[in-house]
């Protein structure tokens, strides 16, 4: 009698600890899920650049790629900016990013170099002119939203987007070569451009923005 007691104690508490365990587990399962929730995402394509035997050259629109001035002016301003070309006497409009709205989603620009070459009467064979073709975005972080990391990624138009992770001093290097992110947060402000400066590739450019918890 007293063995089946002391028996029936154990099978209760093997029990009770299992369910505990399982609790423990579903908690840190669900803990993990709720910091992966994904805050905002998009995909865009960025055609050729120039190739400058180097790393990061400049945007061909002036300014692209000065995140931290865009965002800002978003934070303080909350109005359209635009961005002319890097020669000054150039007589070609500036293209055009709106400022962006809760709920509408990000606002988005792309120019290329194959687009601003006819425009501006460069030569592209020339060494001293190498731009990269940009992508900015600027996204409208929900109120209250606390630390970010953002996903940043690149690859050529038919295949799988790689890593964009290897630091440097003013950007994030891409593994598929010739490109780079480089980003800001400026208040409820994200703002991101892509570059891609590979003389006849197309990249496909993708960002994911998650808590940083």
């Known amino acids: 009698m007293l063995i089946r007691f002391f028996r029936t104690v154990c099978l209760v508490l093997l029990f009770a600890s299992s369910q505990n365990g399982c609790r423990t587990k579903e908690t840190s399962t669900a803990n993990r899920a709720t910091d992966q929730v994904l805050i905002a995402s998009k995909q865009y394509v960025v055609g050729p650049g120039e190739y400058a ?55 988005l620009i792309v120019d290329t170099v194959q687009n601003a070459v006819p425009k501006t009467a460069r030569n592209p064979a020339d060494p001293a002119t190498k731009y990269a073709s940009c992508g900015t975005i600027v996204f409208v972080l929900p109120n209250k939203t606390g630390q970010v990391r953002a996903v940043l990624a690149a690859g050529n138009e038919t295949e799988v987007p790689l890593p964009c992770a290897s630091a440097q001093a003013q950007y994030m290097k891409c593994d598929v070569g010739s490109a780079a992110w480089t980003s800001f947060r400026e208040d409820t402000y994200f703002v991101a451009t ?7 590739v197309s990249r496909t450019a993708k960002i994911d923005l998650y808590p940083a918890n």
């Open 53 to 107: 035997g180097g790393d990061d050259p400049p945007c061909i629109r002036r300014g692209m790629e000065d995140v931290a001035a865009i965002a800002k002016n978003f934070a303080t301003q909350h109005r359209t900016q635009s961005f002319g070309f890097v020669r000054k006497d150039t007589p070609a409009p500036p293209v055009v990013l709106s400022a962006p709205h809760d709920g509408v989603g990000p606002s």
């Open 194 to 200: 892509f570059k891609n400066w590979s003389a006849n």
